[in-house]
């Protein structure tokens, strides 16, 4: 009954390759995004997708390519891995109820890296 | 620009005592949601508090409260009767609620908080 799972958990490879991480949600929510955590913690958003529509894309590299199939899936592609690249990656997903009191719910993360 | 500032990397607290983690925030729009995460050693996100900048009470969860001053701009959590399993990474976060206006979540730094029996 996982409301936001992530796969893979573990992404172990090699500079240059080519990896996707695939997210789900089951909440019925129309807005997903994926964030980035360092190896300091630090957690900062990527993108963010509202009924499929690109909304937010913070000045990620264009190695880094989300898309989403329908409401409840954003997938994350990245092109020519860099070692820079080794991070968690947290996709979230919440629901438009005005207000502002939209509470992202987090993935798992994915841990991925890049050797 | 919206800025959230953790000021403690890490904090120890006896078991069954309460602990207040701090973060003050950085914003110049009026509307705005304070929302607190915890991030245990298993490395997931959980959400756990959140306050709204026109919220006129304290929000509360359990033993989870938020110490809302809007003027000092502060919004601390307060963790009520610790328990071993609050040890753990907690982020303080922000959103601006302005009209159309992204959903992106600004984070602290995050603050190490670990029980101690």
């Known amino acids: 009954d996982t409301a936001v799972s992530q796969t893979p958990k573990y992404l172990v490879t090699q500079m240059g390759n080519d990896k996707s991480i695939k997210c789900e949600q089951n909440?019925?929510?129309?807005?997903m995004y994926w964030y980035k955590q360092d190896s300091k913690k630090f957690l900062k958003i990527m993108f963010s997708?509202?009924?499929?529509?690109?909304?937010i894309n913070e000045t990620v590299p264009n190695r880094f390519s989300p898309k989403s199939p329908d409401k409840a899936h954003l997938n994350l592609h990245i092109n020519s891995l860099e070692l820079g690249d080794s991070a968690v990656y947290f996709c979230?997903?919440?629901?438009?109820?005005?207000?502002?009191?939209?509470?992202?719910?987090f993935g798992p993360g994915t841990r991925l890296l890049v050797l | 620009a919206q800025k959230i500032t953790q000021t403690q990397p890490g904090m120890f607290v006896q078991e069954k005592e309460a602990v207040t983690l701090d973060c003050t925030y950085d914003?110049?729009?009026?509307?705005?949601?304070l929302f607190w995460y915890k991030q245990p050693s298993s490395g997931e996100m959980i959400f756990l508090i959140y306050?709204?900048?026109?919220?006129?009470q304290n929000a509360t969860e359990g033993r989870y409260s938020l110490n809302f001053q809007k003027a000092r701009k502060s919004a601390n959590l307060v963790i009520s009767a610790s328990q071993l399993g609050d040890s753990a990474m907690y982020f303080c976060?922000?959103?601006?609620?302005?009209?159309?206006?992204?959903?992106?979540?600004?984070f602290g730094t995050g603050t190490l908080l670990a029980v101690q029996p």
């Open positions: 979230a997903s919440s629901q438009q109820v005005g207000g502002g009191k939209e509470t992202q719910y």
């Open positions: 909440l019925g929510h129309d807005t």
């Open positions: 997708y509202n009924n499929k529509e690109l909304i």
């Open positions: 914003t110049s729009d009026p509307s705005y949601g």
């Open positions: 306050q709204g900048s026109y919220d006129q």
């Open positions: 976060a922000m959103r601006e609620l302005r009209g159309g206006a992204t959903n992106k979540l600004i």
